[in-house]
């Protein structure tokens, strides 16, 4: 490589200076600008015959003249703070931990347990706790997080039944 550091041997000149920011670099093709304003896309709602609600949206911005596909999938189930009852409060977090966290070695209900133990003791997540509860008066203050005492059987399963 020659003197002058890297970005003078890919620019091919001889200093190691760096150009102005307004400088244009030969050779480099810019994407066209986004508009100001910018349709937003169209959501469009479909409930099935079982009651599954399935909502689709449509790509506000078009990538090089063309109509972008959807980048992504989301599944949200009636069953955020808001639904819960002093029974369920914690229950969708014990489910979610129970679905997506098990190891060979422990069981889905033993990393529950141990997690919601390390919360108790992480003054970090009880200041969230308590900020969230302080911020919404109605039922969507109600706990986002389980608590050991209320991690029985019983509470799941009637929750999953209602949900």
Partial sequence: MPSGGLFSWLTGGGSDS?????????D???????P??????????????NGLKIVSETSAVPIYGVQSPPASIGLY?????I????????????????????TLNRSHL???KLEIDGYTKNSQ????EAVHSAGYSSPSGNSLAATVNRLYN????EFVVKS
């Fill in 18 to 26: 760096l150009p102005p920011l307004g400088f244009p670099l030969e």
């Fill in 28 to 34: 480099v093709q810019l994407p066209p600008s986004l």
């Fill in 83 to 102: 639904y819960k009852t002093p029974a369920s409060y914690g229950a969708t977090h014990l489910l979610e931990r129970m679905a997506f966290k098990s």
């Fill in 110 to 112: 033993h990393i529950v």
């Fill in 77 to 81: 189930v009636n069953s955020c703070s």
């Fill in 36 to 49: 100001d304003y910018v349709e937003p896309g169209k959501t469009k709602i479909t409930t099935l015959t």
């Fill in 154 to 157: 019983t509470v799941l399963e």
């Fill in 125 to 128: 997540h009880l200041l969230l």
